[in-house]
């Protein structure tokens, strides 16, 4: 046990077996589940997890059946063909002396399938296809599915299973009215639609046998309008307990609500709450079934924290662990400022999800590339220079010193991270400094020779003698050519986020991408108050209620008033934020909207006059008229930056472009740190 983390690292006896410690790796599709062929890289994923020191692993979800199916093909287990392919998986997590449960996850109307299922035929509003409902015999069709998918996964050698029973998917579709209409034995009053999964657990525990583990995901806040009270979530949960669910596991949120739940903008462990609130619903009736905390819990603190408060027994890690699979050894060594830290950003894991793109980590391009993106030793120690310490900089770095090399890394600011830095002071991206920490410490880990406040030259480059230079200078910010731009009331987004020149209380912003879109939230917040670093006031802005006070746990969102007025302007026609993440966009327009951010799209900018900007519309240039305005913002996209390259070149240097330096068009870290760490495995 770590002095550090005593709560975090305790071992967990479940009775028949004993959990090293009380990290539980959450559930995450990462697309190497649906083709048998991706099976060895799925067991070298969870492998590395289990040699990492995680206490139970839980896989992505497997249907049980095809009505189940996520999508067409999905990764099923329903036949003993299948549980002998999934040996591969738990052979390799027992040989590192891992636990691994195995989610079987069915997902009704979800499905983007034509052939789902569902209580009612309700389409639900992130799948076009409506759903068949199931006559009785085809309930207990699904439940035998489980229970066969359960007993095939015992044969297959997981530990356990995990019975997906929130978020929204099949079997949450039963609790509640909104997506259970039946007037026969498995709707109606509440007994009758918590029967569906009591009857599976029940059933699954006969055929599993009692020396098997059984988690049961519960949705114990749905945060939609007819979701359940909190007294039907606890008769289900002590329920379920009583059929024989040996962990349960806290869902939060069903995917079709209006509130974020994990991105980086929510607070860490803003859901501890309502594990805690059920632990104590559970004591109270004497059962004593340990339950797992869930969202947001992305360091050792913050789950140590979790654990000794008393809200939970165990705390489910899912991205964290895509992001350093180290995490439980670096935490139980002291190491705790070693771990890359899930920044929640979504951007290469659920991003690509629902892309159907096969995941993996912003901030940790090998995860779910084990097999595929190996580091190893340079046969020969060769010279690099870097210049530029911005997330491709940094990336290319560490890599090449990890992996032997003399390094050299130029950096013309005073600190490294490059655009991060700025990124880092919008509010609900404050995780992003944790990036910059864990670079930080890599560098001094790896022995790469820092030189901060130093613009490289190409003749102190070319008088280097290096073998290689890497060029991984960025971007600069396009110039958008406004007649009027050069009057003292327009910004950059670059000296209104370092904070050289403010604001005043009515502001254009030019250029709706990523930046613009920041850069506006920036506006709106008061300095200091980002609702991410207190979690009363995130409640209030997103109207998040005690689920005691009001079923489902959703009031009427309380946003605090902006700080300026603020105008968002983009050329394009059409929908605003169109380039944003595909699971995060719509918060990011919600926010803005919450603040009453105007948003004015298919405009040409005029000219820029002490009175504010002028814009017409169409490519008649029509209808000029004036966004009044004390300051305009511009953030009208970037170019690259790489004008050293052709001295370099021309001096007989060898030179390698990465990240914003190579191509700006949908740059963004994770293809800056991708490529910068792809370039230097190779080198
Ligand atoms: P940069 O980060 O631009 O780094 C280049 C570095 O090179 C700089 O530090 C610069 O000082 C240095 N340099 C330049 N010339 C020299 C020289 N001659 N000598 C020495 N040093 C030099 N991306 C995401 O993926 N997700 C986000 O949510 C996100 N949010 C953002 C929010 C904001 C407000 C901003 C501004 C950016 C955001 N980005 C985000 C974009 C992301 O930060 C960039 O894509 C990424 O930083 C690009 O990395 P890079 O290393 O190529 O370049
Ligand atoms: P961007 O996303 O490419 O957006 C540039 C904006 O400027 C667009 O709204 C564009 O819209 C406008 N624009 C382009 N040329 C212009 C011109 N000549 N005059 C006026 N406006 C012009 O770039 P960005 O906002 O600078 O962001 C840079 C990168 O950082 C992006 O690739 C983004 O992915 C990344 N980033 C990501 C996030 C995130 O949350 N994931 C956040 C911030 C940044 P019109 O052409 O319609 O005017
Ligand atoms: Fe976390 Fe972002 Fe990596 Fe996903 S991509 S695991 S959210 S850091």
Not at 654 to 677: C, F, M, P, S, Y
């Amino acid at each position: 046990m770590s002095a550090a983390y005593p709560h975090l690292l305790a071992p967990l006896d479940l009775g028949f077996t004993t959990l090293a410690n009380r990290v539980l790796m959450g559930s995450m599709h990462i697309g190497l589940e649906d083709s048998r062929r991706h099976f060895p890289a799925l067991a070298a994923f969870y492998a590395e997890r289990a040699r990492g020191g995680v206490g139970l692993i839980v896989t992505g979800g497997f249907a049980p059946n095809i009505e189940g199916w996520s999508k067409p093909l999905a990764g099923t287990l329903a036949t003993r063909a299948a549980a002998r392919r999934h040996r591969q998986v738990s052979r390799a997590v027992h040989a590192e002396g891992g636990k691994i449960a195995l989610q079987i996850l069915h997902t009704g109307r979800y499905a983007y399938q034509p052939l789902a299922v569902a209580p009612s035929a309700i389409r639900s509003p992130i799948s076009p296809f409506t759903p068949r409902a199931l006559s009785a015999r085809g309930i207990e069709r699904q439940i035998r599915a489980f229970v066969r998918c359960a007993a095939l996964a015992r044969e297959a050698g997981y530990d356990g299973v995990e019975v997906m029973g929130s978020e929204g998917y099949f079997i949450n579709q039963f609790l509640v009215t909104h997506t259970n209409r039946r007037g026969d034995e498995w709707g109606g009053a509440y007994a009758s639609r918590m029967r569906l999964p009591v009857e599976i657990v029940q059933r699954v525990r006969e055929a599993v046998g009692p020396d098997f583990i059984v988690v049961y995901r519960l949705s114990m806040l749905d945060l939609i309008a007819e979701g359940s009270s909190w007294a039907e979530a606890a008769a289900l949960a002590k329920a379920v307990a009583a059929a024989g669910a040996t962990i349960l596991n806290t869902g939060i949120g069903w995917h079709e609500a209006r509130i974020p739940t994990i991105a980086t903008s929510v607070p860490r462990a803003a859901f501890a709450w309502v594990t805690q609130k059920m632990r104590a619903e559970l004591r109270a009736a004497g059962i004593a079934t340990p339950l797992a905390a869930s969202n947001r819990i992305n360091t050792p603190e913050v789950a140590e924290q979790v654990l000794a408060g008393g809200s939970a027994d165990l705390v489910s890690l899912a991205r964290p662990l895509l992001a350093d699979a180290e995490f439980v050894a670096k935490a139980r060594a002291g190491r705790a400022e070693d771990i890359n830290t899930c920044i929640a950003c979504n951007q290469a894991c659920l991003d690509h999800t629902f892309q159907n793109r096969l995941a993996s980590c912003l901030v940790n391009p090998r995860a779910a590339r084990e097999t595929t993106l190996v580091l190893r030793a340079a046969p020969v120690r060769r010279r690099y220079a870097v210049v530029g310490a911005g997330p491709a900089g940094l990336a290319a770095a560490t890599t090449l010193a990890e992996r032997g090399h003399e390094v050299q890394l130029f950096e013309a600011a005073a600190e490294i991270g490059g655009q991060f830095t700025l990124a880092r002071r919008i509010p609900g991206k404050e995780e992003f400094a944790e990036t910059l920490r864990w670079f930080g410490r890599r560098l001094a880990a790896t022995g790469v020779q820092v030189h901060l406040a130093t613009p490289a030259t190409a003749p102190m480059l070319a008088a280097g003698g290096f073998d290689a230079v890497l060029l991984a200078t960025g971007v600069s910010a396009r110039d958008p050519r406004i007649p009027g731009q050069e009057l003292p009331h327009v910004l950059s987004y670059v000296e209104l986020l370092r904070g050289d020149r403010p604001a005043g209380e009515r502001v254009a912003v030019v250029g709706a991408g990523g930046i613009g879109f920041d850069v506006a939230a920036f506006l709106v917040t008061p300095p200091g108050h980002s609702p991410t670093l207190d979690l009363r006031q995130w409640r209030a802005e997103w109207g998040v209620a005690d689920p005691a006070e009001v079923r489902g746990g959703v009031v009427r969102a309380c946003p605090a008033p902006p700080v300026r007025r603020v105008t968002l302007l983009q050329r394009k026609g059409g929908k605003f934020g169109r380039t944003l993440g595909k699971t995060t966009g719509w918060i990011h327009r919600a926010t803005l909207a919450m603040k009453g951010v105007e948003m004015i799209g298919g405009v040409n900018y005029e000219r820029i006059t002490p009175e504010g900007l002028f814009v017409s519309h169409g490519p008649e240039r029509r209808e000029s008229r004036l966004i009044a305005c004390d300051t305009v913002v511009l953030c009208a996209g970037q170019e690259p930056l790489r004008e050293l390259q052709a001295p370099l070149v021309a001096a007989g240097v060898a030179v390698h472009l990465i990240g914003g330096a190579d191509a700006a068009a949908e740059l963004d870290a994770k293809r800056a740190i991708a490529q910068g760490t792809q370039r230097a495995a190779t080198l």
